[in-house]
T-cell receptor, first 113, second 114 residues
Framework: EAQVTQNPRYLITVTGKKLTVTCSQN?????MSWYRQDPGLGLRQIYY???????DKGDVPEGYKVSRKEKRNFPLILESPSPNQTSLYFC????????????FGPGTRLTVL | AQKVTQAQTEISVVEKEDVTLDCVYE???????LFWYKQPPSGELVFLIRRNSFDEQNEISGRYSWNFQKSTSSFNFTITASQVVDSAVYFCALTETGANNLFFGTGTRLTVIP
């Protein structure tokens, strides 16, 4: 089954404790991205990647890092989480720039205390 | 600059009523794509429709229909004979040709009362 998977689905952590949210897709998509969803703000893009080793900032990249060492994986790293990063996070993938339907993962609900 | 406005924050309807969710967008590009996504209480994002800027034909899929009007920069979504399972947050989104981002509206929470 074609899908985007994220782990963990739920995470409660404390300020400053490094964490990684994994994202994997099995559709051989070139393009992957991370969004965060906050009440009243909709979804905003954090980072995106157009292919292996090619990443760039989205609209709200502060406090996040990403890497794209393999085509299928695009982990989101919070080196020193803060309470304002409490949010619902979505990973997404699509075949490339010429195809615009994004496939979203199930979401990761992160709480930073 | 891209912008998507969903002015209706929350809507409540009684089951079997029709409901229209509004979406107004701004873009300087002549080629762009508009989307609707559904987010049920379980939290995942479900793709509903994609429409490109050159196709202004309205679309109907079962109880769902979409009205795209470039003259008013709107891409409204109507649910006919609403059902409790339609209760969700609905997002309208926009991307321009070659863009690396999908710009979302703030969403409309629809509650269908049995």
């Amino acid at each position: 089954e074609a899908q985007v998977t994220q782990n963990p689905r739920y995470l409660i952590t404390v300020t400053g404790k490094k964490l990684t949210v994994t994202c994997s897709q099995n559709m051989n998509h070139e393009y992957m991205s991370w969004y965060r969803q906050d009440p009243g703000l909709g979804l905003r893009q954090i980072y995106y990647s157009m292919n292996v080793e090619v990443t760039d900032k989205g609209d709200v990249p502060e406090g996040y890092k990403v890497s794209r060492k393999e085509k299928r994986n695009f982990p989101l790293i919070l080196e020193s989480p803060s309470p304002n990063q409490t949010s619902l996070y979505f990973c997404a993938s699509r075949p490339g720039l010429v195809s615009y339907e994004q496939f979203f993962g199930p979401g990761t609900r992160l709480t930073v205390l | 600059a891209q912008k998507v406005t969903q002015a209706q924050t929350e809507i409540s309807v009684v089951e079997k009523e029709d409901v229209t969710l509004d979406c107004v967008y701004e873009t300087r590009d002549t080629t762009y794509y508009l989307f609707w996504y559904k987010q049920p209480p379980s939290g995942e994002l479900v793709f509903l429709i994609r429409r490109n800027s050159f196709d202004e034909q309205n679309e109907i899929s079962g109880r769902y229909s979409w009205n795209f009007q470039k003259s008013t920069s709107s891409f409204n979504f109507t649910i006919t004979a609403s059902q409790v399972v339609d209760s969700a947050v609905y997002f309208c989104a926009l991307t321009e040709t070659g863009a690396n981002n999908l710009f979302f509206g703030t969403g409309t929470r629809l509650t269908v009362i049995p």
